[in-house]
Each structure stands twice: as structure tokens, then as C-alpha cells.
Nanobody
Framework: QVLVVESGGGLVQAGGSLRLSCAAS????????MGWYRQAPGRQRELVAAISSGGTTTYADSVKGRFTISRDIAKNTVYLQMNSLKPEDTAVYYC?????????????WGQGTQVTVSS
């Protein structure tokens, strides 16, 4: 029903920056939350940052002060500005979109974009 596509990943040196984008398209009803998750080799997927339709943001402690999540409601797009990147930030970053009305909400996931931070 909803297609979620991430972009912006790549290889950067420690201390560098990347900006990830996530665009949702298709049969969108009402997006309540969009968020970024990541999964590093040998680790479980974890929440990095999320933003609600009302603008409330949530960040993992490990990225606070370095990452900033924002969104363009009209474009159904969310961004993740990543600064001061560390090797431990290396992971596949996934975008999740929660769409639908109360009682009929569903989470849609993108295929992920690789972020590699070299030291």
C-alpha cells in the first residue's frame, strides 16, 4: 500500500556528515510517525530517531546532539542529518512509516541504506 524508499547512505570518514532521506509514496492515508532505525552486524535493530506528525521527536541516547530528524509533511518525507559520525554508527539504516487512521494503522519499512563510517 505504501512504498518507503531511503537514500543518502554512503561511506564517510569519522567526524563527517551524511543526510539521509526517506520518502513515502503510494496509498497514504495519514502518517502519524516516521522514524529511522539501524541495524549493525551482529546487533539487533534499534531506534535511532523518530518524529510524529505533531513534530515531537525522539532520539536514541547514542545519537543525541549529533543527529537531527526533520520532516516535510507535504512531501511525506523525513530526513536524518547525521553529524560527527563515529565508526559505531556504521549500520544499515531503515526508515519506518506508520500510516493509517486509529485502529487501522500499519508500519511500512524501507529496504535500508548502508552507512559506513571509517576511522
Amino acid at each position: 500500500q505504501v512504498l518507503v524508499v531511503e537514500s543518502g547512505g554512503g561511506l564517510v570518514q569519522a567526524g563527517g556528515s551524511l543526510r539521509l532521506s526517506c520518502a513515502a509514496s503510494g496509498s497514504i492515508s495519514s502518517i502519524s510517525v516516521m522514524g529511522w532505525y539501524r541495524q549493525a552486524p551482529g546487533r539487533q535493530r534499534e531506534l535511532v530517531a523518530a518524529i510524529s506528525s505533531g513534530g515531537t521527536t525522539t532520539y536514541a541516547d547514542s545519537v543525541k546532539g549529533r543527529f537531527t530528524i526533520s520532516r516535510d509533511i507535504a512531501k511525506n518525507t523525513v530526513y536524518l542529518q547525521m553529524n560527527s559520525l563515529k565508526p559505531e554508527d556504521t549500520a544499515v539504516y531503515y526508515c519506518k512509516t506508520r500510516d493509517g487512521w486509529p485502529g487501522y494503522e500499519y508500519d511500512y519499512w524501507g529496504q535500508g541504506t548502508q552507512v559506513t563510517v571509517s576511522s
